[in-house]
């Protein structure tokens, strides 16, 4: 009697457990919504306006500090943005392990990172490994003002045309689908025009601005790189709710398979004990006789 006890002490737990998991899930999927809606309503108007930089840049007519290459500078400024919370599957681990490649890769071009994380989990992650931080930002939970990305990427352009860095980069989740994200580790400055082979004829088409040049890019340009910032983080966002949202309803179909094994356990454990007592009321009869 005491083994099927535990057993059904373990399976009351397990229920607990799947109830718990299976609310997560249901959170999880109704933010997931709210932050798909901004993050896919956003992503047309970042991707055109990315695109149109990126061919001004590769235009030799058209000339911006935020353009041009600090050369001569060792030092850039490696975001990363991670959660605060977990339960959230391998989606801190891949930001992380992109982190490390993008540090390494920045080491190896003869620069020194400077580490600036956004999230808990990536604050924690470096501090086991003894790198340090030199901007913590823990307050960005489901959505993120534009003024409070604005402020950042202003920081940054500040720096970059201060010449006191070579290069800022944004390692973060990119959201390409419901089914498919992937950790990158995008370069915000300065802004490299696209590469060869991905660019058309028409990029060297001759550009007429209204209002004048200087006037246009010094709106523009800055204007682009807050939005892309923007992106990263909505990007971010949206792909830490879907990882939440896949790695509870893998916890809820594993608690429920638990469940059913435990009661398959229980049922035999009770049947071996009521044979036992049949075994034992039918041997003492037969004493008895």
């Given at each position: 009697?005491?083994?099927?006890?535990?057993?059904?002490?373990?399976?009351?737990?397990v229920?607990?457990?799947?109830?718990i998991?299976?609310?997560?899930?249901?959170i999880a999927t109704?933010?997931?919504?709210?932050?798909?809606?901004?993050?896919?309503?956003?992503?047309?108007?970042?991707?055109?306006?990315?695109?149109m930089?990126?061919t001004?840049?590769?235009q030799?007519?058209?000339?911006h500090?935020?353009?041009?290459?600090?050369?001569?500078?060792?030092?850039?400024?490696?975001?990363?943005?991670t959660?605060?919370?977990g339960?959230?599957g391998?989606?801190?681990?891949?930001?992380?392990?992109?982190?490390?490649?993008?540090?390494?890769?920045?080491?190896?071009?003869?620069?020194?990172?400077?580490?600036?994380?956004?999230?808990k989990?990536?604050i924690?992650y470096?501090?086991?490994?003894?790198l340090?931080?030199?901007?913590?930002?823990?307050d960005v939970?489901?959505?993120?003002a534009?003024e409070?990305?604005s402020?950042?990427?202003?920081?940054?352009?500040?720096?970059?045309?201060?010449?006191?860095?070579?290069?800022v980069d944004?390692?973060?989740?990119?959201?390409l689908?419901?089914?498919l994200?992937?950790?990158?580790?995008?370069?915000l400055?300065?802004?490299?025009?696209p590469?060869?082979?991905?660019?058309?004829?028409?990029?060297?088409?001759?550009?007429?601005?209204s209002p004048p040049r200087?006037?246009?890019?010094?709106?523009l340009?800055?204007q682009a790189?807050k939005i892309r910032?923007?992106?990263?983080?909505?990007?971010?966002?949206?792909?830490?709710?879907?990882?939440?949202?896949?790695?509870?309803k893998?916890?809820t179909?594993?608690?429920?398979?638990?469940?059913?094994y435990?009661t398959?356990?229980?049922n035999r454990?009770?049947?071996?004990q009521?044979?036992?007592?049949?075994?034992?009321?039918?041997?003492?009869?037969?004493?008895v006789?």
């Open positions: 009697m005491a083994k099927a006890r535990a057993i059904v002490k373990r399976r009351r737990a229920q607990n457990i799947r109830k998991t299976q609310t997560m899930q249901l109704a933010r997931f919504q709210k932050c798909l809606q901004r993050t896919v309503a956003s992503q047309p108007y970042t991707r055109r306006i990315t695109e930089i990126q001004l840049a590769g030799q007519t058209v000339d500090p935020l353009l041009r290459p600090n050369e001569n500078r060792t030092g850039s400024i490696l975001l990363v943005i959660s605060n919370r339960l959230c391998a989606y801190n681990a891949g930001i992380l392990r992109r982190m490390l490649e993008a540090r390494r890769e920045l080491m190896e071009a003869g620069l020194t990172a400077e580490m600036e994380v956004v999230g989990k990536g924690g470096l501090r086991f490994l003894g340090p931080v030199a901007v913590k930002i823990t939970e489901d959505k993120i534009f409070r990305v402020e950042m990427a202003e920081r940054y352009m500040d720096l970059y045309q201060r010449g006191a860095v070579a290069r944004v390692v973060h989740m990119q959201f689908s419901i089914g994200q992937r950790p990158v580790a995008a370069q400055l300065p802004i490299e025009p590469a060869a082979e991905a660019t058309p004829v028409r990029v060297r088409a001759q550009f007429e601005f200087e006037e246009l890019l010094a709106r340009i800055p790189v910032l923007f992106q990263c983080f909505n990007d971010a966002i949206v792909s830490e709710q879907v990882a939440r949202m896949v790695a509870m893998a916890a179909d594993a608690a429920a398979d638990m469940s059913k435990l398959r356990q229980y454990a009770r049947q071996t009521i044979t036992t007592e049949l075994a034992d009321i039918v041997g003492g009869a037969n004493a006789q």
